[in-house]
């Protein structure tokens, strides 16, 4: 079993629930798009050069795309409560709405590329890694 991943946006430090393999792979179905942007421009080595490319793709998505990306993301994410008392859902799936009304919709994007950098991350690595191993035999 996967750890959860834990990370800070802003003045909190949120944990992650792994993404199950289904979900995953619906994840990377809509945002092939971005990620295949990201890696032409990451393939001129200017990490700036990436932005641009990135940006286009996430505008050119459909809603609907944007909507379950966000929403499959933030649905198992949980931020610490002050004082270090336990982990509280930032989430509401039914409505796609965060719990937490300071929650701003910078920090959504910010928490859902968290995620999306934990769950999809090692699905890339594992990827290059078989293409590597085909290539060679």
């Known amino acids: 079993m996967r750890e959860p991943a834990e990370f800070e946006v802003g003045a909190y430090r949120y944990r992650s629930a792994p993404l ?4 995953q ?5 809509r945002l092939a798009p971005i990620l295949t942007a990201l890696r032409k421009a ?3 080595g200017d990490a700036l050069a990436m932005i641009g490319p990135a940006v286009e793709a996430l505008g050119s998505m459909p809603d609907e795309a944007v909507d379950y990306v966000i929403n499959a993301c933030m649905g198992g994410v949980t931020r ?3 004082g270090d008392t336990g982990w509280a859902k930032v989430w ?4 796609r709405r965060p719990i937490f009304d300071d929650l701003s ?3 959504v994007i910010s928490i859902t590329a968290n995620v999306v950098m934990a769950e999809v991350g090692p699905f890339w690595a594992g990827l290059a890694s ?4 085909v290539s060679r035999a």
């Open 130 to 133: 078989s293409l590597s191993a």
């Open 20 to 23: 199950s393999a289904m979900d």
């Open 80 to 82: 610490q409560k002050p």
């Open 105 to 107: 919709g910078f920090e």
């Open 25 to 29: 792979v619906h994840l990377v179905r």
């Open 92 to 95: 509401q799936p039914s409505v």
């Open 42 to 44: 990451a393939q001129s």
